[in-house]
Every structure is written in C-alpha cells, then in structure tokens.
C-alpha cells in the first residue's frame, strides 16, 4: 500500500536549506519517492489556523521503503543539513489506494486535514456520506483516518486526510459545492482541527 511522508517546514537559514533541497530530490528518488507538493507558497488554510511555511507531500510505495530511505546513510547526512537550517514537523503516513507513483501531471490540487474527533457517532455519518462527493468531482483519497508516525517534530495528528483532485481548482470546487455543503456543516459539528489547500508540483 503507498505511503506518505507529511513535511510542514519553518526555514531558518535558507541558504544552507537551498543546498539541502537541490540534493534532497536524488536521495529520495534513489527510493522511488515522488514529489506531490513541494516548496514555499504551496498552501492556504481552508479551515483552522494551520499555514505552513513550506509544505512538503511525498509519496513511497510503503511505509518500510519510507523509513529506508529516511534512515539510509546518505539521508542521515541530509537530514543534519536541514535541521541545521529549518525546524518543523514530518510525518509519515499509510495510504489507502495502491501506488499508482508516476501516473500524475503535476498539476493536482490537494485537500490535508488534521481532525480531531468529538462527536463520533456523527462523525461516522459524515465518513459515510462524503465519498460520494469526492468521487464526483473527480477526487481520490491517498491517506483517510490514519494518524501518522512522527519522524520528526510535535505534531501528532488524530486523524489525517489527504484528498487528491485533478487541480487545485477543482479540490476548492468540491470543498465550496453545494453537494459538500451540508456534510461539511455535520463534519464541523463533530470534529474540530485544520484543513489546508495545497498546491502540487
């Protein structure tokens, strides 16, 4: 099953991070990563306060592929580079779809959410009703429900989503339909947390 490393990065020296980011793209292509999101200015809140720096969403063919390429030798070295110039969270999570790596234009839009719960008996109503309106504009689940494995960082999220559309576009005109409207009210009256646009690669 795919697999996703989950990046929200503060860069603190960007000088020594642009030396990071030009050799990072061989070390985990080595591995058969794939680039969704990368870099500053990808993203937008669409719920909540989350608004990350620099945003990265990669996807491995699973999460052991993940974990041997972040703990290989030559990333070892990598990671010393970056955290020498950034501070942030990373995060790798199991997906739900097979890998389909390679398959994308690079021009997808993507929807990341960190929920939290409070209501689950509703909740599940809304997990019920809302495939349906992802499928018919188009869009696909690449992580839903997990609660990820911190690599690096605080962040523990309770329960991630990562919905794939053909375009940023699209993922905004699904999430502002009239079809998504009525379940998005459900899903706020039972969860709370942070939902974020994210523009691909």
Known sequence: ???YVIGDINVTDPETFAKYAASVPAS????GGRYLVRGPGKCEPA???WSPERFVLAEYKDVDTIKSWYYSLEYTELTKLRQSASTGNLI?????VPSIQGSGSGAAGYLVGDIEVTDPDTYSKYAQGVPATVAAFGGRY???GASGEVLEGMWTPKRLVVLEFESLDRAQAWYNSPEYADLKKLRQSASKGNLIFADGT
Not at 28 to 31: L, N, R
Not at 92 to 96: I, R, S, Y
Request: negative net charge; without cysteine.
């Open 92 to 96: 790798v999570a199991e997906g739900v």
């Open 142 to 144: 690449l992580v839903r």
């Open 1 to 3: 099953m795919s697999a």
């Open 47 to 49: 719920e909540g306060d």
């Open 28 to 31: 985990s292509g080595a591995f």
